[in-house]
């Protein structure tokens, strides 16, 4: 199949990108999408030490303890308008995550300070599942004390590569042997879920490289393994080596792929979608955790975002230093934050897509039962594509879902995509155009959805 496999990663929809100004929302309207339990709280901290070269995520550097402190006190004052919210809509929230940036970056003392804020202004359930994000050079034993009495219970770390020469392209700031270090301590840190991330498809890399890392990193026992394809979007800082002539391999990155899922299930690991591998002996994986940029959720600080119905809202996209700089000025300048300024509103069209997506990409795929009792109509009528990619061998029946066959999983960042309205897909590329970027146009080999 001639084709590009790995178009966009679809860990939600819609893009950021096809967000725009929006008047006469607010927070107030949607107390039903907060009522009760079973929402998510999401802290975003954008402070790291140095930038990754495939990072197009909000994030800043250079912010030291004042100015970390100053976008603490905005993000207290924005709880502090919320709390009413939630004293009116009962809500009880069923996990919290902190991601980033880089939120050990923080010192133990901010660190405390993001939980007791959290704790004071919102109701969290008794067996929430407490996240957070961490890189080696961070990770340090105080830290990782201070989360376990913090109630955290799943610590992500971002390592990439156990190889320095392939760290060093990716541009991160720690070695090998820091990544080491941290991840045994990490793993005798006595918390409930770890796992580690790794990149292939890096210039340089080769399928034995890859595959010695993943296997370097089964032997420190994570719950989980997240192995992500090297994607350099607009704003990167490898975009510009791209530009100078940088070849990113697809077909190698693909055989890379292929040769880790291999390993992992003939040692026992079960695969739920393209990025995520869980160790046997581990629990199932939470449902919190998968519907991470799909489950009903509301953000704090800058740069996150809260899926409230078919409210989806945040601050605008932003991916280079200027703009996230400007963003974060505008975040602490804000006097209102329960009235909604940017975001989009779905119709029940883009709900439809939003559901398919959410769940086809991940075990144990798109439930149809389900959708029937949502939108009162069949998935597959609704979404001829589907019977196509059931010919293709992409899907098939598995109960009452439709799931990826093995050979669709490994396609996931090609065939999500497809999914992607025309109407979304205009407003994506009205933003790129107006920013002076360009995506690769999504492949639609199966004609119109």
Same mark, same amino acid.
């Given at each position: 199949?001639?084709?590009?496999?790995?178009?966009?990663?679809?860990?939600?929809?819609?893009?950021?990108?096809?967000? !725009?100004?929006? /008047?006469?929302?607010?927070?107030?309207?949607?107390?039903? @999408?907060?009522?009760?339990?079973?929402?998510?709280?999401?802290?975003?901290?954008?402070?790291?030490?140095?930038?990754?070269?495939?990072?197009?995520?909000?994030?800043?550097?250079?912010?030291?303890?004042?100015?970390?402190?100053?976008?603490?006190?905005?993000?207290?004052?924005?709880?502090?308008?919320?709390?009413?919210?939630?004293?009116?809509?009962?809500?009880?929230?069923?996990?919290?995550?902190?991601?980033?940036?880089?939120?050990?970056?923080?010192? /133990?003392?901010?660190?405390?300070?993001?939980?007791?804020?959290?704790?004071?202004?919102?109701?969290?359930?008794?067996?929430?599942?407490?996240?957070?994000?961490?890189?080696?050079?961070?990770?340090?034993?105080?830290?990782?004390?201070?989360?376990?009495?913090?109630?955290?219970?799943?610590?992500?770390?971002?390592? %990439?590569?156990?190889? @320095?020469?392939?760290?060093?392209?990716?541009?991160?700031?720690?070695?090998?042997?820091?990544?080491?270090?941290?991840?045994?301590?990490?793993?005798?840190?006595?918390?409930?879920?770890?796992?580690?991330?790794?990149?292939?498809?890096?210039?340089?890399?080769?399928?034995?490289?890859?595959?010695?890392?993943?296997?370097?990193?089964?032997?420190?026992?994570?719950?989980?393994?997240?192995?992500?394809?090297?994607?350099?979007?607009?704003?990167?800082?490898?975009?510009?080596?791209?530009?100078?002539?940088?070849?990113?391999?697809?077909?190698?990155?693909?055989?890379?792929?292929?040769?880790?899922?291999?390993?992992?299930?003939?040692?026992?690991?079960?695969?739920?979608?393209?990025?995520?591998?869980?160790?046997?002996?581990?629990?199932?994986?939470?449902?919190?955790?998968?519907?991470?940029?799909?489950?009903?959720?509301?953000?704090?600080?800058?740069?996150?975002?809260?899926?409230?119905?078919?409210?989806?809202?945040?601050?605008?996209?932003?991916?280079?230093?200027?703009?996230?700089?400007?963003?974060?000025?505008?975040?602490?300048?804000?006097?209102?934050?329960?009235?909604?300024?940017?975001?989009?509103?779905?119709?029940?069209?883009?709900?439809?897509?939003?559901?398919?997506?959410?769940?086809?990409?991940?075990?144990?795929?798109?439930?149809?039962?389900?959708?029937?009792?949502?939108?009162?109509?069949?998935?597959?009528?609704?979404?001829?594509?589907?019977? /196509?990619?059931?010919?293709?061998?992409?899907?098939?029946? %598995?109960?009452?879902?439709?799931?990826?066959?093995?050979?669709?999983?490994?396609?996931?960042?090609?065939?999500?995509?497809?999914?992607?309205?025309?109407?979304?897909?205009?407003?994506?590329?009205?933003?790129?155009?107006?920013? !002076?970027?360009?995506?690769?146009?999504?492949?639609?080999?199966?004609?119109?959805?």
């Amino acid at each position: 199949m001639n084709m590009k496999r790995y178009t966009q990663y679809m860990y939600s929809y819609p893009h950021k990108t096809a967000y !725009g100004p929006l /008047e006469g929302v607010t927070l107030n309207q949607y107390l039903p @999408d907060l009522a009760g339990p079973g929402h998510g709280l999401y802290l975003h901290l954008p402070f790291c030490e140095t930038k990754c070269g495939y990072c197009n995520l909000f994030s800043v550097t250079g912010q030291g303890e004042t100015a970390i402190d100053r976008y603490l006190d905005t993000v207290e004052r924005q709880l502090r308008q919320y709390e009413p919210l939630f004293a009116s809509a009962k809500s009880l929230f069923t996990s919290l995550t902190i991601g980033g940036g880089t939120p050990l970056l923080l010192t /133990e003392m901010q660190l405390e300070r993001c939980f007791a804020m959290i704790r004071r202004y919102t109701q969290l359930a008794r067996d929430t599942e407490i996240i957070i994000e961490t890189a080696p050079n961070q990770t340090a034993k105080p830290k990782l004390a201070l989360l376990k009495d913090a109630g955290v219970t799943r610590v992500s770390m971002g390592i %990439q590569s156990f190889f @320095d020469e392939e760290l060093k392209v990716l541009k991160r700031s720690h070695r090998a042997e820091k990544a080491r270090e941290s991840l045994n301590l990490l793993m005798n840190s006595g918390f409930s879920r770890v796992n580690a991330d790794f990149i292939y498809g890096v210039p340089g890399q080769s399928v034995s490289s890859f595959l010695s890392s993943v296997k370097e990193a089964v032997s420190f026992g994570p719950d989980e393994l997240f192995l992500y394809p090297l994607y350099v979007k607009h704003g990167a800082a490898l975009e510009q080596e791209l530009n100078r002539g940088l070849v990113l391999d697809e077909d190698l990155a693909f055989r890379q792929y292929e040769a880790a899922a291999e390993w992992l299930a003939s040692h026992g690991y079960r695969q739920d979608s393209m990025r995520r591998f869980v160790r046997p002996e581990s629990p199932g994986g939470s449902r919190e955790f998968s519907d991470c940029g799909f489950g009903s959720t509301l953000s704090l600080g800058c740069g996150g975002r809260s899926y409230l119905g078919n409210l989806h809202s945040c601050t605008p996209y932003a991916v280079t230093r200027e703009s996230c700089l400007e963003q974060l000025v505008q975040y602490e300048e804000t006097t209102d934050f329960c009235t909604v300024t940017h975001g989009i509103l779905l119709s029940e069209e883009e709900q439809k897509r939003r559901f398919v997506i959410r769940h086809l990409l991940i075990l144990p795929g798109l439930p149809l039962a389900a959708y029937r009792e949502a939108f009162h109509g069949d998935a597959a009528a609704d979404f001829p594509i589907l019977h /196509e990619w059931m010919e293709q061998g992409f899907l098939e029946e %598995q109960g009452d879902c439709l799931a990826l066959t093995e050979k669709g999983m490994g396609l996931s960042d090609y065939l999500g995509p497809m999914l992607i309205s025309k109407e979304v897909q205009d407003k994506m590329t009205q933003w790129e155009a107006l920013h !002076g970027t360009k995506h690769d146009p999504i492949q639609r080999e199966f004609k119109e959805l």
